[in-house]
Each structure stands twice: as structure tokens, then as C-alpha cells.
């Protein structure tokens, strides 16, 4: 799925919620009584489970943060490396 159509599904789905939200306010003025206290919570606690369950994305997350636009090592990273001696120390001057 790309992002773009993942925003739009959580986009959806908030909205929807946040619908419901608004006929739970509806219902609260037409039930009776103690009635009253289910549209009541459902209007006070959807807000944030429909921001809780928006904000969960599809996209799969990457094991390792990699920096944006990074290039990857070319040849001057390699020119910049010392050079290896191959575990010898380097001789001065040799007669």
C-alpha cells in the first residue's frame, strides 16, 4: 500500500469514528433517564481510540534508521582509507 493511500484509510477511518461521535451526541438527547450515560461515554472516550486506531500505520518499519538522501560510499571513501602495510612497519631509509 503506498503512504498516500494509507493516509487516506486512516483518514477514513477518524472520520467515521468522529461520525459516530456525533450521533452518540444526537442519541444522548433522546434517551431517557441513566440511558443517557452510554452515548455519554462512547462521545467522551472515542476521540481517543479514533486517533489511537488512525495512527496505526500499514507501512512496515525499517530494523535500522537510515538517514534520507543519503548517498552510498563511492570511490573517494575508498582513496581516503589509509593504506594498509599488510603488518609490517614502514622502513626509513634503506642502504
Do not use: C, H
Not at 441513566?34 to 462512547?42: E, G, S
Not at 537510515?66 to 609490517?88: D, M, V
Request: neutral net charge; proline residues 13%.
Amino acid at each position: 500500500m503506498s503512504p498516500d493511500e494509507d493516509r487516506q484509510r486512516r483518514f477514513r477511518t477518524y472520520f467515521w469514528m468522529m461520525v459516530v461521535r456525533v450521533a452518540a451526541f444526537g442519541v444522548f438527547f433522546i434517551v431517557p433517564d441513566w440511558w443517557k450515560l452510554i452515548p455519554a461515554a462512547l462521545a467522551v472516550f472515542l476521540p481517543f481510540f479514533a486517533v489511537v486506531v488512525a495512527n496505526v500505520s500499514t507501512r512496515p518499519t525499517t530494523d535500522g534508521l537510515e538517514a534520507p538522501n543519503a548517498l552510498p560510499p563511492g570511490p573517494s571513501a575508498a582513496a581516503s582509507a589509509p593504506p594498509e602495510t599488510g603488518g609490517a612497519a614502514p622502513r626509513g631509509d634503506v642502504l
